[in-house]
């Protein structure tokens, strides 16, 4: 599975199951501000489960040595 087949599934199940999972949150009562990330959670999501499946032993490595060198066109907002 390419890693495009493998964000528009992670996407497709965040935008179905996101909506649902901020109905059921608790609120403190305080309010708190809703930043936006650079990187949304489908791409957060997509580069752990890549990582999971590629076999590298530490995230830094994956991270370092395959991501930011192959993945830059697929996540351009990669720190």
Not at 70 to 77: F, S
Request: glycine content about 4%.
């Amino acid at each position: 599975m390419s890693l495009d087949e493998l964000f528009c599934d992670v996407d497709d199940c965040c935008r179905a199951c996101l909506p649902a999972w901020h109905r059921q949150l608790l609120t403190s009562g305080q309010r708190r501000r809703q930043r936006s990330c650079r990187v949304v959670l489908s791409e957060i999501l997509t580069i752990l489960i890549a990582f999971h499946q590629a076999g590298y032993r530490t995230f830094k490595w994956c991270y370092l040595s395959h991501l930011c060198q192959h993945a830059r066109g697929e996540c351009p907002n990669l720190c």
